[in-house]
T-cell receptor, first 114, second 108 residues
């Protein structure tokens, strides 16, 4: 197990296009989180899954954003009609009760909207 | 309001000097606090959490509820400690609220 993985690592898109990111958590981790980090800021919480259930969504997550975790394993985060303000690093983390719910982070997907 | 404040963007010290990275929080519940570290070109990783009361890589942090602080300290900084440090608060919905981070630069 190499830890949390995210794909792609970098994405450049034009304003108005849709993008989708994927996160593969550590095996057996039942909780999965998405965060967004902009320059000079710490990560900001977007949403959280326990197994396949999405339990909380931040107000930062506008209607253009949707996240899924269909089988309780990998997750996808889709942004529709991207805007320049969506440019950021998108981080995924996973955790498990067996590890005291320590959140392990992936390397992130850097999105640039031109 | 749930908020974490790290007042210093950059802290620059010489090798062997003591280090204190400041963190203050605002939270109405019982706080659970963490320090995360990000070394150059690496992912964010947990350094320590207050409930474990451990010392990791020589770093310690004590939760002071009266001052609502969770400052990170190390008596003798090493060059390999140079990194970005984030203080984080775990809220009731299992989400982490992060501060803006402090870049620690340890010079030889």
């Amino acid at each position: 197990d190499t830890g949390v993985s995210q794909n792609p690592r970098h994405k450049i898109t034009k304003r108005g296009q849709n993008v989708t990111f994927r996160c593969d958590p550590i095996s057996e981790h039942n909780r999965l989180y998405w965060y967004r980090q902009t320059l000079g800021q710490g990560p900001e919480f977007l949403t959280y899954f326990q197994n396949e259930a999405q339990l909380e969504k931040s107000r930062l997550l506008s209607d253009r954003f949707s996240a899924e975790r269909p089988k309780g394993s990998f997750s996808t985060l889709e942004i529709q009609r991207t805007e320049q303000g969506d440019s950021a690093m998108y981080l995924c983390a996973s955790s498990s009760s067996t590890d005291n719910y320590e959140q392990y982070f992936g390397p992130g997907t850097r999105l640039t909207v031109t | 309001a749930q908020r974490v404040t790290q007042p210093e963007k950059l802290l620059s010290v010489f090798k062997g000097a003591p280090v204190e990275l400041k963190c203050n929080y605002s939270y109405s519940g019982s706080p659970e606090l963490f320090w995360y570290v990000q070394y150059s070109r690496q992912r964010l990783q947990l350094l320590l959490r207050h409930i474990s009361r451990e010392s990791i890589k020589g770093f310690t942090a004590d939760l002071n509820k009266g001052e609502t602080s969770f400052h990170l300290k190390k008596p003798f900084a090493q060059e390999e400690d140079s990194a970005m440090y984030y203080c984080a608060l775990l809220t009731g919905f299992q989400k982490l609220v992060f501060g803006t981070g402090t870049r620690l630069l340890v010079s030889p």
